[in-house]
């Protein structure tokens, strides 16, 4: 009798010990950093936590359909994988054939038209969530305890909100420290030999990145913020304001060198 209680105390034990786990949203992401982040999701099932990711009914990498450890929750987009197609083309064929012979205006104004794009698209990404009642309604029924995203895909600090749930950001890429006057900006043409002169045209080029992003991104999502949070955000206009306040609130920054896992074969 004694035996059987302990074994059963045992049991239960390890019971509460295995249900340990989390439930984790994952917000969705594409292309290379879709590649990066399924090990990570891999790992985390590894360590007895159940793992759901939103997918878009249009991707480039993500395929609900394929077998996989980790649930799926499809939203519907308007975009089509043929504009996600066009956009990472036209995006190469600036990178790698147009932008050397164009002039810094010239560079600019094809950057922008570039940016506006990304931005519409990822914002139509985000409506597929954010405006879809039947979606939040599922997520908010499945009592998830925190939400995972790459924060290049945007949007996700919004959802973390609405969902009172916090987020954790996982993003392989490398951060060292840049000082503009030493390394020399992507795309910026100039490289690790540069000259004075060049020296300052490289800090004034991160300066006139910051202002376009800030031209073309952070207005349109500080709209964007404003009509899906609602009337109170739009008198605190500075996109900094809404990030600050909705990212400090449960921030966390995973450090993904523990997961080095190489992609380049
Ligand atoms: C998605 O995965 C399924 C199952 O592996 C496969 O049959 C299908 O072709 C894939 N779809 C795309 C668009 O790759
Ligand atoms: C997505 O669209 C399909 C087809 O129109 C529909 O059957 C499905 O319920 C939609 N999914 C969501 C989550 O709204
Ligand atoms: C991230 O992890 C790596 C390896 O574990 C370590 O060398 C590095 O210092 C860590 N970075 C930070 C910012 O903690």
């Known amino acids: 009798m004694e035996l059987r209680l302990s074994a059963c105390v045992l049991l239960v034990l390890c019971m509460t010990w295995r249900v340990n786990g989390g439930k984790i949203l ?23 936590h159940q793992v759901t990711v939103l997918v878009p009914s249009s991707s480039l990498f993500m395929n609900s359909s394929e077998p996989s450890r980790f649930h799926y929750e499809p939203f519907n987009i ?36 570039l940016m506006k794009n990304e931005m519409k698209i990822s914002l139509q990404v ?19 305890d925190l939400l995972l995203s790459d924060p290049i895909y945007l949007g996700s600090d919004l959802v973390a909100d609405i969902l009172g749930i916090p987020l954790v950001f996982s993003l392989r890429f490398s951060l ?16 690790d030999k540069m000259d004075f002169s060049e020296r300052i045209w490289s800090v004034l080029f991160y300066t006139v990145q910051d202002v376009v992003v800030d031209y073309v991104m952070w207005k349109e999502m500080d709209k964007y913020y404003s009509e ?21 609130k449960e921030l966390l920054w995973m450090n993904c060198s523990d997961f080095i896992f190489n992609h380049t074969g």
Do not use: C
Request: net charge negative.
């Open 176 to 191: 060292v420290p840049a000082p503009p006057s030493f390394v020399p900006g992507a795309m910026s043409k100039l490289t």
């Open 78 to 113: 308007t975009v089509s994988v043929e504009d996600l197609d066009k956009q990472n083309d036209d995006y190469f064929e600036f990178a790698m054939y147009e932008m050397h012979d164009m002039s810094y205006l010239q560079f600019y104004i094809r950057v922008i038209e």
């Open 26 to 48: 994952v917000w969705y992401t594409d292309g290379s950093h879709w590649i990066n982040m399924k090990p990570v999701l891999n790992t985390l099932i590894d360590r007895g």
């Open 228 to 248: 899906v949070k609602g009337e109170w955000l739009r008198k605190n206009t500075l996109f900094v304001w809404i990030t600050l306040s909705l990212m400090t």
């Open 126 to 144: 985000m409506d597929g969530v954010l405006k879809s009642e039947t979606i939040k309604k599922k997520l908010k029924e499945g009592n998830y």
